[in-house]
Every structure is written in C-alpha cells, then in structure tokens.
C-alpha cells in the first residue's frame, strides 16, 4: 500500500489545504489504516536493536501503577527479580508511561511479569510538575522496549534472545523462530521483526516452512503478526511457503485478508479458488476475497461487478479500493459510475482510487463527472479534483469552464469552495 504521506491523496491535501478537503478527508484517513495517536504498536524493532540503547534490562514483576494528571501519565512501580543487564539502584524503580489520551490501554498491568529495557525518563518540565520527585525511568522505544513474560521460561527465552549479537541471516533466521515458536505475543512480533530485516531471506529450508506453517497456525500468535507473515512471504516471492500458507487459521477477516491476497501475489489462487469466499454470505469475506480476485491478471470487469452492484457498502469499498491499487485505465469508467453513487463514502473512495490510476482518463472522467454529474455534490467535487490537480487554469478546468457547466461548478469556479455541502 502506498504511504498515505505519499499518496496521491495526500498530495492534493497539500495542495488544496486542510479547510478545501473536510469533505475528503477524514473518512479516507481512516480507510487507508492511519492509527490514531493513542495507539501504539509493539515489535515494529526488534528487540536486539534497542538493547544497546538500555541502561538496564531487568525481569520485574508490576508491582502497582500510579495515575496522575487524570490518567494521562501513569508510573509502574516494578519489583525487581532479577537485572539481566546494567544496574537499578532504586529499590522499586518506576516506569514512566506519557499516555495523552486516557483511554488508551495500560503500557503493562498490575502483577504482570515483563522482561523490561529501561533507559533514564527523559527530563521534561511535564513531568517534573505532575510527579513526586526522584528518578524516574522509561521503556527503550515506548511499548517496543517490553516483554510481558507469562512464566519464568518465557523470561530466559527473552533473555536468550537479546543476548543473540549477530545479524548474519542464520541469526536473524534463529532468532525468529524462536520468537515465532514460542506463543508469547510480544516474541511472535520481534520474530518477524527480526524476519523483515533477513537478508537473503530466500531460500527457505523445510524447517524453515514448518516453522512458518506452525506460528501461522497457532492462534495465540496474534493476528497482526501472522497477517504479517504471509505478506512477509508474498513480498519476497517465497513460493515454496505455499505449504506453510495451507496451515493458516482464518480466525479474523484481517488474517483471511492476507492469506488470499498472498497466494494470489504468490501464483497460488485462481478464479475458481476464490468463487467460495466471493459467495460468502459474510461480508468481510466478500471483501476479502475481492481485494484478491483484484491481484489476478484479467479480473477489472469482474471485480467492477462488486463494486458497482454488491449489497454491502463494505465490499463495494473494498471492490473500489482494489481496483484503485491495480492503476488500470480500463478501471477508470467502473470508477466513474461508483463516483456517482448515493454514498458520500463510496464517492470519497472513488475518488481516491481515480486518483491512484492517475492519467488522461481519470481527467476525462472527472471532466464527464464536473458535467454531467447525478448531484451537485458530486459536480463540485469532482471540479474541485480537477482544479487542485492542475490549477485553475489547467486544460481540463478550462473545458469545464466552455462546457456551460452547472450553477454550483460555476460557483465553484468563481469563489472557491466554501463549505462542503
């Protein structure tokens, strides 16, 4: 997926300025997966990159957390077992955790045991007006630099783990499969943290596809982390993981999402494959298994039938979305007629899949749209698309303007948006 700071979205955002684009942009800020500020991934880094930045690395238990300025700064008080690494003078040293948003989920609970690296809490005037004094300490890389361990095995694996120096492949290879083997959630991610920076990562070994096969189908690895595995796998065309992609469990739409659309990128799906899940009654596995059908070479007309016809707003949106991300002209009339549609929602993803494909023909529908429209909402906006493209005095602006276009273009044309509708 295109980075949405780069995509083509984002650059008329820039172009158009925030107040230009209110009707566009929060709900496509949204599809396109950007977290919302409280949220917070684990095992983005590896483990064995932040650990020279600790100054210790301990195995404490959570003794208690401590809640100031109305939750959005907490201090985990930990009971130290043992220190892996460094030193902790305190005797009960405390966590900071700057949360900001006070529903957001707990850095660790309390009687948790964790594996945490721990650096000096960087010194702000926020902290030192809401807590006691003293020192305080936070975790290497926010919610990356902790492991909650379930049981004192889990806790050596974790230190076995970070005591691993090399990042040769056959390391990085080893480390990950004992992240990936071992069930603990926070490890399975470090596994394929470790996995993303393996170089060469083909090819892979029977064991190696065993090993894949058993995290995949292991359902206390969470479903982000297998989800990431098999597009992992897709990306570096590893074909001899099909066997390992057959033991996947499905037990969420994001896990089926990545499994089809893996073996489709992998060769691996047909048509007739996929004809189960695009009958689904579920909808989130119509969804799914469209955005797959879309990764198959000749399938434009079929999935335009999704996203033109489909009883659920969500598949038609994941239809649009995927012809979007095939950048084919011949997608473009599909994507004009679903611009038109009835759902603000629908319009505002075709919009962005027209300006994914890009071109002459996605101008010449914007043209057809700013003219001949079904409603003055969608006569704007698609003007609106063209003028922030190309300028008000662009070539495609221009035909608008000679085509006697409707009050509201015209409007439009002359002031400037003022407010969407």
């Known amino acids: 997926m295109t980075p949405l700071h780069s995509s083509p979205v984002a650059r008329v955002v820039r172009a158009a300025g925030l107040a230009s684009l209110l009707l566009l942009l929060v709900p496509l800020a949204t599809a396109a997966g950007v977290p919302s500020p409280e949220v917070v991934a684990s095992g983005d880094r590896p483990l064995r990159t932040l650990v020279g930045q600790a100054i210790a690395v301990v195995v404490a238990d959570v003794a208690r957390s401590e809640s100031y300025d109305e939750d959005r700064l907490r201090v985990y008080k930990l009971h130290v077992i ?4 460094g030193r902790v003078d305190a005797p009960e040293p405390g966590i900071v955790e700057v949360r900001g948003v006070a529903s957001r ?3 660790v609970g309390d009687g948790e045991r964790v594996v945490a690296l721990l650096q000096r809490a960087t010194a702000v005037t926020y902290l030192s007006q ?4 003293g020192e305080y ?3 290497v890389g926010g919610r990356d630099g902790i492991v909650p361990v379930g049981n004192d095995a889990e806790a050596q694996l974790t230190e076995r783990i970070l005591a691993e120096t090399g990042d040769d492949a056959d390391t990085v290879r080893r480390v990950a499969a004992l992240g990936l083997a ?3 959630p926070r490890l399975a991610a470090d596994g394929l943290a470790e996995l993303r920076r393996a170089e060469p990562f083909r090819p892979l070994s029977a064991s190696d596809v065993d090993a894949l096969g ?3 189908a292991d359902r206390r690895i969470p479903p982000t982390v297998r989800a990431g595995l098999m597009r992992l796998v897709a990306d570096r065309h590893a074909v001899e993981a099909a066997p390992a992609l057959e033991r996947a469990a499905t037990d969420t739409p994001a896990v089926l999402d990545a499994l089809l659309a893996a073996r489709a990128d992998l060769g691996l799906a047909t048509r007739d494959q996929l004809a189960p899940q695009l009958g689904a009654k579920d909808p989130a596995v119509r969804a799914a298994a469209v ?3 879309a990764r198959l070479d000749g399938t434009v007309a079929e999935v335009g039938q999704y996203a033109t016809s489909d009883p659920d707003v969500a598949v038609r949106q994941a239809a649009i979305d995927a012809l979007g991300a095939t950048k084919r002209a011949d997608a473009v009339p599909i994507l004009r007629k679903t611009f038109d549609a009835s759902e603000t ?3 505002q993803h075709s919009a962005q899949a027209m300006l994914e494909i890009g071109g002459p023909a996605v101008d010449d529908a914007f043209v057809d749209l700013a003219l001949h429209g079904g409603s003055p909402q969608v006569r704007r906006y698609a003007t609106m698309l063209l003028v922030i493209q190309h300028g008000r005095d662009g070539e495609p602006v221009r035909r608008i303007e000679r085509s006697n276009p409707a009050p509201e273009v015209r409007d439009y044309l002359e002031h400037g948006l003022q407010k969407p509708d």
């Open 130 to 133: 809401h807590l006691p004094g």
């Open 105 to 107: 989920g707990p850095l």
């Open 214 to 216: 058993k995290a995949l």
């Open 291 to 293: 955005r797959a059908l």
């Open 137 to 139: 300490l936070e975790t």
């Open 182 to 184: 071992s069930g603990n």
């Open 82 to 85: 043992r220190v892996v690494r």
């Open 345 to 347: 929602v629908i319009l």
